[in-house]
């Protein structure tokens, strides 16, 4: 019994890569699942098996790229003293980084990116927005925290600095994946999330002169 799951397992992992191959090569409406059956070495009643669907196997890819340190970001900025901002700012810096040395995890992004979300592809949508809120409500409650610690300028709201921060790095990553990563995404990732996070700390006021 033990030997058939772990080969179940062993299926659905092929069955995953080839459909990342697959999807990243042609496209994922473009790609059937008698392709990806194919390049999987396996029947496509065995990808049924494992996935309703070609949406319910792009989904499973679409699971592998989670947020960026999601429950490590919700600890640590309760945390009484803690730097808030400086918190926020190296959980999605580490991020970046991930993205820059994890090939696979491109891969599956520029896929994402990519993407016709026709009708047929509506659920990823719908799985989109419901992650999107779920981050955006972490990185609001970061930032009302470090509002309230005296962190945060207080020309922003914490609403309007989860959305900049997350267009910043949608900004980053889609021009990083789709336009020939001409530009060094760790580096200048960084270096543009430094003078972000500037702008959200209150302006030190300048030591009078002696």
């Known amino acids: 019994m033990r030997r058939t799951k772990a080969e179940a397992e062993a299926t659905r992992s092929r069955i995953l890569n080839a459909a990342e191959r697959m999807f990243y090569a042609k496209g994922v409406s473009n790609t059937t699942l008698e392709e990806v059956a194919k390049a999987a070495g396996v029947t496509r009643g065995a990808i049924y098996w494992h996935f309703a669907n070609k949406t319910d196997l792009f989904l499973a890819l679409y699971d592998a790229v989670p947020l960026p340190q999601e429950d490590m970001i919700a600890r640590e900025i309760e945390t009484e003293a803690s730097d808030t901002l400086a918190i926020v700012e190296s959980a999605t810096a580490d991020w970046l980084d991930m993205l820059a040395r994890d090939e696979q995890r491109q891969r599956i992004l520029a896929i994402m990116l990519r993407c016709d979300y026709d009708s047929e592809m509506s659920a990823v949508l719908d799985r989109q927005k419901e992650m999107d809120e779920r981050h955006d409500a972490l990185l609001e409650r970061a930032f009302a925290r470090a509002l309230e610690r005296s962190q945060l300028q207080v020309t922003w709201t914490p609403a309007s600095a989860a959305r900049t921060l997350r267009w910043t790095m949608m900004g980053l990553c889609t021009e ?19 003078h972000l996070f500037a702008s959200f700390r209150p302006v030190q006021p300048a030591e009078s002169a002696a």
Do not use: I, V
């Not at 336009?179 to 999330?193: I, N, Q, Y």
């Open 176 to 194: 990083w994946l789709l336009f020939g990563r001409r530009f060094d995404l760790a580096a200048e990732g960084r270096d543009a999330l430094r």
